[in-house]
């Protein structure tokens, strides 16, 4: 674009950046199918939104659900992505602050220059029955940031502010991608192995102290079945617990049992094996739905499997006596901003590495190719 296309958008932008008209954007316009770049106009933000320069955006699996029509109801066409680290450029009417919004509790103020990350979750109604009861992860009228919402591949992004959180300073932009939705997703799995959640939700509240309700609840042995993105950080998370790792990969990545071993796991196997010690919990991050059984086959009784997937191949049917004895199957939606507050309290408490792989925004099917075929360990994320 020319140098008189480039105008001030007039909105409150304090950091005299000047916000072009249009900027780039990876694209689905079809499902199944593939991104294109194209240039699409710069958001502004409406009231109780910030409007985010994106520094960085993680490709997630559930992307590559979206671009694969596994998901039924996109919007289109749709700018993909949910793991967003951004800085404020801009702040919408009452945006800035939760008082002046007259928004419920939202974690902090927000100013232009404050780096903040956006999850999946961008928008809820606040006044569901699932809100109102501090499950607003479930609400009926739900949002999500890459999928109902412009999401962060491009330039710019719109976010609501009751959904962004600062990022502890120790992490780079790139190397916090990851923590967006594989972290917080992981962490709301463990916070469900642990049952903590459930306290949680009969207290409807988003508030508490991180560090007393991040108490290592009881799990010694947790397995994790699928060691990508959300395994890689959960893992050192529950390490810094005390917890013993059992960490389940296809049965002949090596590359992958040795990342883990190097994390930290005390075993790292097929998962078409049995561990060696029963578990006291597992959480299941691969799409495959044998994999539950496997899992439930793995606990010990009283033993929790959680599945953390958005979406999952069919379980197989499996024998009652898999489930007697009181052991548990979950899946876990979302995220709630207690999530994401205490999240990034535990990673701030507990240095976390995110092994990540750099891509050119404009290079997002091919991220998503890679992430597709399992070509690396760790997690994508795009640069614009
Ligand atoms: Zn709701
Ligand atoms: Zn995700």
């Not at 933000?45 to 559930?62: F, H, I, K, N």
């Not at 993909?80 to 928004?103: F, M, Q, S, T, W």
């Not at 902090?108 to 990350?117: P, T, Y």
Request: overall charge negative; hydrophobic content about 35%.
């Amino acid at each position: 674009m020319s140098e008189s296309e480039i105008l001030d958008c007039g909105v409150s932008d304090h950091s005299g950046e000047l916000l072009g008209e249009s900027m780039r954007a990876m694209v689905l316009e079809t499902t199944p199918g593939r991104l294109r770049l194209k240039r699409l106009e710069t958001p502004r933000p409406a009231a109780g939104q910030l409007l985010l320069r994106v520094s960085a955006c993680g490709v997630c699996r559930t992307d590559l659900h979206i671009v694969d029509g596994e998901l039924s109801v996109p919007k289109l066409p749709l700018v993909p992505g949910h793991e967003i680290v951004g800085r404020v450029v801009a702040v919408g009417e009452g945006a800035g602050d939760a008082d002046e919004a007259g928004l419920e509790e939202g974690p902090e103020a927000f100013r232009v220059g404050d780096r903040v990350g956006v999850p999946w979750l961008g928008y809820t109604d606040g006044s569901c029955r699932y809100c109102r009861s501090g499950r607003e992860n479930l609400c009926d009228n739900a949002r999500f940031t890459g999928y109902t919402l412009d999401g962060g591949y491009a330039e710019y992004v719109n976010a609501d502010r009751r959904y962004c959180f600062k990022i502890p300073e120790r992490y780079g932009d790139v190397e916090a991608a990851p923590f967006l939705c594989a972290g917080l997703i992981g962490y709301r799995c463990y916070r469900m192995a642990k049952d903590e959640c459930r306290e949680e939700e009969s207290a409807g509240a988003i508030g508490g102290s991180g560090r007393e309700r991040d108490r290592y609840l009881g799990i010694e042995r947790l397995g994790l079945y699928g060691f990508g993105g959300a395994a890689h950080i959960l893992a050192q998370l529950a390490v810094a617990d005390g917890v013993s790792v059992y960490a389940f990969t296809r049965p002949s990545d090596s590359s992958g049992q040795a990342f883990a071993r190097k994390l930290g796991a005390v075993w790292a196997g097929s998962s078409e094996e049995l561990p060696p010690d029963t578990l006291d919990a597992a959480i299941v991050f691969a799409p495959r739905g044998d994999l539950v059984v496997r899992a439930l086959e793995a606990v010990d009784r009283g033993g929790r499997v959680i599945c953390g997937g958005i979406h999952m191949s069919d379980i197989p049917s499996f024998p009652y006596r898999s489930l007697w004895h009181e052991r548990e199957l979950r899946s876990v939606a979302n995220l709630t901003r207690a999530d994401g507050i205490r999240f990034m309290e535990a990673i701030d408490r507990t240095p976390v590495e995110t092994t990540v792989h750099e891509y050119a925004l404009e290079n997002a099917n091919e991220a998503l190719d890679a992430l597709r075929e399992g070509r690396f360990d760790g997690a994508a994320v795009l640069v614009p």
